[in-house]
Nanobody, 125 residues
Framework: QVQLVESGGGLVQAGGPLNLSCAAS????????MGWLRQAPGKERHFVAQ????????YYGDFVEGRFTVSRDNIKNTVYLQMNVLRPEDTAVYYC??????????????????WGQGTQVTVSS
């Protein structure tokens, strides 16, 4: 079992930055690929970014276009999402999620085993 707790969400103006964190507890953090996914009202949950268990590879959704950076600290059991040049369409609940490290389907929400409760990100125009 892995428990995940996100923090750092809030209200930001378009073009501004916001940094999210996700603290993990429970089973070995480094056994999991860690992802960020988001869900806007009335829409499906979509993949945002993932950093693999060793922090050697990261993946991003096409819409990110170089604006976000995902990272992790396996000593602190924490994963981060640095977001820059935010747009109103980035408004969503952002979820931290964990997938077993052998799972290569990084952009499929259903392949993540553990989820945090989510943190709201609102970007005003």
């Amino acid at each position: 079992q892995v428990q995940l707790v996100e923090s750092g969400g809030g209200l930001v103006q378009a073009g501004g930055p916001l940094n999210l964190s996700c603290a993990a507890s429970g089973r070995a953090f480094s056994s999991y690929n860690m992802g960020w996914l988001r869900q806007a009202p009335g829409k499906e949950r979509h993949f945002v970014a993932q950093v693999d268990w060793s922090a050697s590879r990261s993946y991003y959704g096409d819409f990110v276009e170089g604006r976000f950076t995902v990272s992790r600290d396996n000593i602190k059991n924490t994963v981060y999402l640095q977001m820059n040049v935010l747009r109103p369409e980035d408004t969503a609940v952002y979820y931290c999620a964990a997938a077993p490290k052998y799972n290569r389907a990084y952009n499929v929400p259903g392949h993540y085993t553990y989820w945090g409760q989510g943190t709201q990100v609102t970007v005003s125009s």
